[in-house]
């Protein structure tokens, strides 16, 4: 029965043709609780996989600590031509991803290889044995163009238990007092494509909870965030252990500080000067962070260590400020289902009495402080506090504010070549992959500050850099700028064709990515931003401009944009402004796009005609 499972795999995967990467045949998970301590994965999973795009769906991974261990584990790799190869647990791979702080974390996983198309099954079972905050989400399908044949995930809780869950792409659960089954057949897989909704919104997947239960001896209730922040505060307990020799230290660097924002400022200064990050995914080394002595001793920590250590210093300190947890990837929690498995990351909140603004400050990270990170901003987080959780709203920003402005003035000669002189300026969460941008050596600075730019250039030098990190002093609108300030050459800047020079109108432009096949999601675009060009050019002795492209004007759903070409005395200035909006549309509005961004595009790519007098 089981080969014929597999072959029934082949014939279909290879019936449906290239573009389908993999086929998961069956995906089958059970997880049983046995009590508030104690429950068992069981999964069997058969996999066909098409070609290398397909390799990650039957790459097996799991990840264990000392609450979870994987028990049980055999496979079988099914080769074309008939040859069948056994897997064993000794033939998987196993590394360390914890780091000492918190409770040890491991992965451990097999690549299967062979000739395409081979078949891989894994049967395997994970024990829970120190109590579980959440049950093992069920995702049968994890990369683009991977039909799922038949899915099921299993449920089964003591009677009484109960159980909250959300699933997306599952009919309603089968259930009755102890058991719940979601089951999806014949899943025909998504596609990857831009501006499309995150992944996470197409992908059948299901998460579930118990509403009372119990992690590493401590008890808790997820049924509301207020009891769950009761939980969490509860965890807090006993790792405030700060060495009297610190709070000593923190109280007199302090002490002639007239407000609690100065406070805050060197505060924050000390923790990312003192301390590094290290990576524990949130939960895996436990929800509860390492205590503040252990930071302090050995200056590092995950993003719980951290956060409680700066919550600690800023007490020291005389300032009050909330332990917080957040998810960074999806900015609200999905209706109706409250659970710690929701959150990933742990930041600290910091009430600004004087100024009546709250900060949000990044613990594994220096960033700007009052600065409210792409990753915070506009999303739902958690407050954690005595008086248990308490949801709440960071306040976004507007489009306008998230923008790039490029000066560039442009010695233009007559053999074509030409040097440039050039101002970037960054704002708000664009400025976030820029922050350490002194730091990097002089290749790094020049191979990103030419990325995207439509000419080859020579003899980089970064003349200036400017930025206003530390110059928040409590205004709630206030945003990180960074201006760069550079200057280089171009042998082959224009194309010269007799006694004209063809000048493109913006090479610094960044053309909007368009897909020329029919689109088969719909169209989201969450963040807008703007972008501001002005290029000047200095026109060559003896030449004069015979061309120039007309003026655009936009004004859609999409966004609005703006070209204008302007002839002064020897100079040509172009002036071009986008604002591209955030935006839901039907995949049916695709063409539409379309359109708005080819006219972008060809304004972009247009050309001003200079020819000699």
Not at 62 to 77: D, H, M, P, Y
Not at 392 to 402: F, I, K, N
Request: hydrophobic share 35%; net charge negative.
């Amino acid at each position: 029965m089981k080969r014929l499972t597999i072959l029934l795999g082949l014939l279909l995967s290879l019936h449906a043709g290239a573009q389908e990467h993999a086929v998961v045949v069956c995906d089958e998970e059970t997880f049983t609780m046995q009590s508030v301590a104690a429950g068992t994965l069981q999964v069997k999973r058969v996999v066909t996989v098409n070609d290398e795009h397909g390799l990650g769906e039957a790459t097996f991974s799991v990840l264990t600590n000392q609450s979870e261990a994987l028990s049980a584990f055999k496979g079988t790799l099914d080769l074309p031509g008939g040859k069948s190869l056994k897997i064993k647990k000794s033939d998987l791979q196993t590394v360390a991803i914890g780091s000492g702080l918190a409770e040890d974390g491991y992965l451990t996983g097999y690549v299967p290889s062979g000739r395409y198309p081979f078949t891989v099954t894994y049967e395997y079972s994970v024990q829970h044995r120190n109590g579980f905050a959440v049950f093992p989400a069920y995702s049968p399908v994890r990369t683009e163009k991977t039909r799922l044949q038949h899915g099921s995930y299993t449920l089964v809780v003591p009677a009484g238990t109960r159980v909250n869950y959300h699933a997306t792409g599952f009919d309603a659960p089968r259930t009755n007092a102890t058991t719940f089954v979601w089951t999806l057949d014949d899943y025909a897989g998504f596609t990857e494509e831009h501006l499309m909704p995150d992944v996470r919104a197409v992908v059948p997947h299901v998460q579930a909870s118990p509403e009372e239960f119990m992690y590493d001896g401590f008890s808790g209730q997820q049924y509301s965030w207020e009891a769950l922040g009761y939980w969490l505060n509860e965890l807090l307990a006993g790792t405030d252990d700060l060495p009297t020799e610190r709070i000593d230290e923190i109280a007199a660097l302090t002490a002639d500080c007239k407000t609690n924002l100065e406070k805050v400022k060197i505060v924050y200064d000390y923790l990312c000067n003192k301390t590094r990050y290290v990576s524990i995914q949130y939960g895996i080394g436990g929800f509860r962070p390492f205590p503040c002595s252990s930071v302090d001793k050995t200056g590092y920590g995950d993003c719980k260590a951290l956060g409680n250590y700066f919550r600690c210093l800023l007490q020291a300190a005389g300032v009050e400020s909330v332990y917080t947890v957040l998810n960074t990837r999806q900015a609200h929690p999905y209706p109706g289902y409250c659970s710690i498995g929701q959150h990933d990351h742990v930041m600290v909140a910091v009430p600004l009495k004087e100024t009546g603004d709250t900060l949000l400050v990044e613990c594994t990270h220096r960033l700007p402080l009052g600065y409210r990170p792409g990753h915070v901003a506009g999303h739902d987080i958690l407050l954690v506090t005595p008086h248990g959780g308490r949801m709440t709203a960071v306040p976004g920003y507007a489009d306008s504010l998230r923008r790039t402005d490029i000066r560039a003035a442009v010695q233009l000669r007559e053999d074509g070549s030409a040097h440039v002189t050039v101002t970037d300026e960054y704002h708000l969460d664009l400025v976030e992959s820029w922050l350490e941008f002194r730091n990097w050596d002089a290749d790094k600075q020049k191979n990103r500050l030419t990325a995207g730019i439509g000419f080859q250039p020579q003899d980089l030098a970064v003349t200036s850099v400017e930025d206003n990190f530390n110059s928040y002093d409590g205004e709630a609108s206030w945003c990180p700028v960074l201006k760069i300030g550079y200057e280089m050459d171009s042998r082959t800047f224009s194309r010269v064709t007799g006694t004209r020079l063809f000048i493109p109108v913006n090479l610094f432009a960044k053309r909007l990515y368009i897909q020329r096949s029919d689109r088969i999601n719909p169209l989201q675009n969450e963040e807008g931003h703007c972008s501001h060009d002005v290029v000047t050019y200095q026109l060559p002795a003896g030449y004069k401009v015979e061309s120039i492209p007309q003026p655009v004007r936009l004004d859609e759903g999409w966004g609005s944009f703006t070209s204008d070409i302007t002839i002064g005395d020897g100079t040509v200035t172009v002036d071009q402004f986008l604002h591209l909006k955030a935006f839901d549309a039907d995949r049916s509005r695709y063409p539409d796009y379309r359109s708005f961004a080819r006219t972008l595009n060809k304004a972009f790519d247009a050309s001003i005609v200079l020819v000699a007098e």
